[in-house]
Nanobody, 127 residues
């Protein structure tokens, strides 16, 4: 069983930066794939970035070069550093984790495979 609690959302002007954190608990968390998703009203949840248990990282094309996913295994904290933010990055951001590896972890479309979710953190970027 994994429990995840997010923090770090907020409002920022375009071009600014924010860092999201997701503190996890549970003995198996460090062996899981951890992923950030985001969702805006009326749209499906989309994958933003994932990190596999071996540290391999995958990014959506829309955030490559601007966002960085990282994980502190000792503290069991997942991060998403977001730089050069754009108004279209405005969304509710969710962290998620589950027993996925390799191609399954890299596939950012696999929303339904995740059983463990944070509560969400709102990110608002104004122009």
């Amino acid at each position: 069983q994994v429990r995840m609690v997010e923090s770090g959302g907020g409002s920022v002007q375009a071009g600014g930066s924010l860092r999201l954190s997701c503190a996890a608990s549970g003995p198996t968390y460090n062996r899981y794939c951890a992923t950030w998703f985001r969702q805006t009203p009326g749209k499906e949840r989309e994958g933003v970035a994932s990190i596999d248990a071996d540290g391999s990282k995958t990014y959506a094309d829309s955030v490559k070069g601007r966002f960085t996913i990282s994980k502190d295994n000792a503290k069991k904290i997942l991060y998403l550093q977001m730089n050069s933010l754009k108004p279209e990055d405005t969304a509710m951001y969710y962290c998620a984790a589950d027993a996925l590896w390799g191609a399954a972890c890299r596939d950012l479309r696999e929303v339904s495979r995740y059983n463990y979710w944070g509560q969400g953190a709102q990110v608002t970027v104004s122009s």
